[in-house]
């Protein structure tokens, strides 16, 4: 099993398999409008930039599971992100991704690398997971771990 084995709708509601990575270096982002870590967007889309002719790409999640910090419906994620960070990096539809109801990519990704001391859940919004060029999860960083102290990580496996 890979990350490439499952499947997410975009912002606009169509359906994608993640498949369509193959070959690429992804970060997996679980994100939020109104948090404390939102300025990130900034960050992730400064990475991608920077990557993204490479074979790289930044993947966005955005959940509502962490103190209510995603209220909106698509079309204003949407808005938010292009308007305040210019984010141009793919954005999935709003789920969950701990608990029983939890997409079924993020309970993969919390198997695959956990967190703190084999912690499986994801304990809040911008929790990132990298993943390679063979759909490999590879590492899991923290919420306060910033875009710009990942790039060494991205670059090595984009090498």
């Known amino acids: 099993m890979s990350i490439y ?3 997410a709708n ?4 169509q359906e994608e398999s993640l498949s369509k990575y193959k070959g690429k270096v992804l970060l997996v982002v679980n994100t939020a409008s109104k948090c404390g870590f939102t300025p990130q967007y900034k960050g992730l889309q400064e990475v991608y930039d920077k990557f993204k002719d490479r074979g790289f790409e930044v993947l966005g999640f955005p959940s509502n599971q ?4 995603e209220p909106g419906e698509s079309e204003d994620i949407a808005e938010f992100c292009e308007i305040n960070y210019g984010v141009t990096f793919p954005m999935y539809e709003k789920v969950d ?4 109801d939890a997409h079924p990519l993020f309970k ?7 967190g703190v001391l084999g912690s499986k859940s994801v304990k809040w919004n911008f ?3 990298l993943v390679d060029q063979e759909g490999r999860v590879l590492k899991r960083f923290a919420p306060q ?3 710009d102290q990942i790039e060494a990580d991205i670059a090595k496996l984009l090498d």
Do not use: I, N, W
Request: no cysteine; net charge neutral.
């Open 5 to 7: 084995d499952f499947e």
């Open 10 to 13: 975009t912002l606009r509601g």
């Open 66 to 69: 962490f103190a209510g910090q």
């Open 97 to 100: 991704v701990k608990g029983d």
């Open 108 to 114: 993969y990704l919390s198997k695959e690398a956990p």
């Open 127 to 129: 929790t990132k997971f």
């Open 145 to 147: 771990t910033t875009p």
